[in-house]
Each structure stands twice: as C-alpha cells, then as structure tokens.
C-alpha cells in the first residue's frame, strides 16, 4: 500500500471547504476498483488549515491519479495563494480489531 499526506494552507475558511467539497465530489472515481484509493482522511487542522491522508492499493494508483487530474488540482491550489506540502511512502496499515474489517481485500 502507498501513503500520501497533503497539508493545504489557505486565506480563509471558505477557500479550505470548498477544496474539502471539491475533493469529496472526486471520491465516487476515486474509490471504486480502477481508482485504487482505500481511505482518505480529513483532519481540520484549523479554519485555514486541513491536512488530509490518502491511502492507495500500490504507488500506480497514485500515479494515475495524478496524471489524470490532481497534480492540475494541486497547482491551481497554489496559484490561488494556497501553500501545498506532501509527504509519500511505502505504508503499513495497522487497525483496531473494532474496526469490522470481514469484507476488506487490500491486495
């Protein structure tokens, strides 16, 4: 599996939801079996701030993401005065046995 951290830095609080909204409206292509994400989690730093996590089935994933819209999502985000920080890797996953995970298949 194959991690990705993103911390965006915004002028204002509506600029930060409406990427969060934008976002959001992505996962239907994102989540299902040709768009590779597992989980993405959305951790409301502050009003200006969200940092978000990305969990991929493998790195490919990721990669045609990117090709396909995000790395345009992304620098549209700093050419309107959005500060953008990354961090990827390789990511070993380990869950609560709360978690009801019967159905999941992470190949």
Do not use: P
């Amino acid at each position: 599996m194959y991690g990705i951290t993103v911390t965006v830095k915004l002028q204002n609080k509506l600029a930060k939801d409406s990427i969060v909204m934008s976002l959001k409206n992505m996962s239907e292509d994102l989540f299902n079996e040709n768009g590779g994400l597992l989980i993405r989690c959305f951790t409301e730093v502050s009003d200006t701030q969200i940092d978000m996590f990305h969990l991929w089935k493998n790195k490919s994933y990721l990669l045609k993401t990117r090709t396909k819209f995000s790395n345009k999502f992304w620098n549209d985000i700093k050419e309107m005065g959005g500060i953008v920080s990354k961090s990827e890797g390789e990511t070993v996953i380990e869950m609560s046995k709360l978690i009801n995970n019967a159905n999941v298949q992470i190949k």
